[in-house]
């Protein structure tokens, strides 16, 4: 079992910038993606950006440009560095760990102010 646990979420106004967090813990593999997912009401989740243990990176094009995904392999931690923040960015966002299993983390909300 690996259990996450997202910090860093809240209110902003547009064009301000928030920094989420995803601790992972439990049986943790060195190889693994970790990624940010985001869902608003009446859509399906989708990704934002997820990133490998060898630190290769993928981004959903509205986050290319504004977001930075980074991890400190050693803590377990994966975060999210999202800046020029957007109404549309609004939402809940999960942390997802990946390996032989996916886990989710229950959700932080960010939501942007116009």
């Known amino acids: 079992q690996v259990q996450l646990v997202e910090s860093g979420g809240g209110l902003v106004q547009a064009g301000g910038s928030l920094r989420l967090s995803c601790a992972a813990s439990g049986s943790i593999f060195s190889i693994n993606t970790m990624g940010w997912y985001r869902q608003t009401p009446g859509k399906q989740r989708e990704l934002v950006a997820h990133?490998?243990?060898?630190?290769?990176?993928n981004y959903a094009d509205s986050a290319k440009g504004r977001f930075t995904i980074s991890r400190d392999n050693a803590k377990n931690v994966v975060y999210l560095q999202m800046n020029s923040l957007r109404p549309e960015d609004s939402g809940v966002y999960y942390c997802r760990y990946i390996n032989s299993r996916s886990y989710w983390g229950q959700g932080t909300q960010v939501t942007v102010s116009s």
């Open positions: 990133i490998t243990s060898g630190g290769i990176t």
